[in-house]
């Protein structure tokens, strides 16, 4: 596949997520507790398996509603009048999302209520973790933050192809602040930081994000990023 269309495909793939996360907020919702399990596994100091887990079931949840979005979606095209079929086609969809999330729930509470007894027995005390792990960590949290606060401030058109914040900045900063904290290098950090202006520059010069999103995507990538390293580290 060419690299022009490997993008164009990704870019809608992404579009359809911020769509989702715009139109449906149940999709939201997911993505709020999916921040918030995240941060607290990270915080408790649950295992390397656990947290495998845990994400893998966060991905299936979401990837569920994002389905029954999907089929909701197709089936009033199809069929925008009343009809019995549509509903047990929706109400099928619906089922694969409360099945998928009561499960994801279930082995989340297993997992984590050992975690949760001691984290109140021990008092407010945050497992700390290596540097590159803090980066990912760092990238999935900008990245949702993006989403929901696209989904909460988008009014029309395409959310991808402008408003606030600018994602590219958001992560293009989220790099820098990673990479000028892991390495403490003077010309790392430089490099990254025009790596980061240029991206964000790219996007206003074609049109795409004005001055002002530009801005509120880097201070939403940095200011997340240099949080997660000063609570974790």
């Given at each position: ?10 870019n ?6 911020l ?38 079931l ?11 979005t ?5 089936v ?7 009809s ?9 969809a ?8 009561v ?6 509470y ?8 001691k ?16 980066a ?7 990245l ?17 192809r ?6 590219h ?25 025009l ?12 049109n ?5 999103e530009?801005?509120a ?17």
């Open positions: 596949m060419p690299l022009k269309k490997w993008i164009n495909s990704t809608n793939a992404i579009e359809g997520i769509t989702a996360a715009k139109n449906e907020r149940h999709v939201r919702y997911h993505l709020y507790a999916a921040t918030l399990v995240l941060l607290f596994s990270y915080a408790s100091g649950v295992t390397t398996v656990e947290f495998l887990i845990i994400s893998l966060t991905i299936i949840v979401i990837t569920a509603e994002l389905l029954n999907a089929i909701e979606t197709v009033d095209i199809i069929c925008p009048q009343i019995e079929q549509a509903r047990i086609a929706k109400d099928v619906a089922g694969a999302v409360l099945i998928s999330a499960g994801a729930a279930i082995t989340g297993i997992i984590l209520f050992p975690y949760l007894v984290f109140f027995k021990r008092g407010l005390s945050i497992t700390t973790h290596g540097s590159s792990e803090i990912v960590l760092s990238v999935i949290i900008v949702i933050l993006v989403v929901l606060i696209k989904s909460l401030t988008a009014k029309k058109g395409h959310p991808l402008g408003g606030m914040p600018s994602g900045a958001a992560l293009s900063f989220s790099v820098w602040v990673s990479i000028t904290v892991i390495t403490h290098n003077l010309i790392l950090s430089v490099l990254s930081f790596g980061a202006v240029a991206i964000s520059r790219s996007r206003i010069e074609t795409i994000h004005s001055v002002w530009v801005i995507g880097a201070l939403l990538g940095s200011i997340a990023t240099y949080l997660l390293f000063i609570i974790f580290m």
